[in-house]
């Protein structure tokens, strides 16, 4: 589980038993009360600048990057799939840039840290 801030607002995991099974989910809020979102990292925290994979975040940098990482193999099999092949994301350039990046690592590399800055 993970709790911290950045900028303006506040991140935090949660684990909710469902079905026999334990769901996780995320919140983010502002500190001023202003926006609140309960969501599903795996799903929902869409990548549309370089369309690269989906995150749980694991830490903040400078208040305004969140950092997390995917497993080689994960990041591999997401890049080849048809939710890559048909995203169109805000800087092309950075899409091509991840393909090669994938076809570049093995499968049992070390995971890929991502750094996502939030606009």
Known sequence: MNLFEFGNYIYYEI???????????????????KFSVLFDPEIDLIN??????????????????LIGWKDAIKFRQYVISTD????????????????????SINETDNPIIMLIRIK
């Open 15 to 33: 684990a909710i038993p469902w079905k026999g099974k334990t769901e996780g989910l995320a919140w983010i809020g502002s500190k001023d009360g």
């Open 84 to 103: 890559f092949k048909t995203l169109k994301p805000l800087n092309s350039e950075k899409k091509i840039q991840l393909e090669k990046l994938a076809q």
């Open 48 to 65: 549309d600048f370089d369309a690269g994979p989906n995150i749980w975040p694991k830490t903040v940098k400078e208040n305004s990057t």
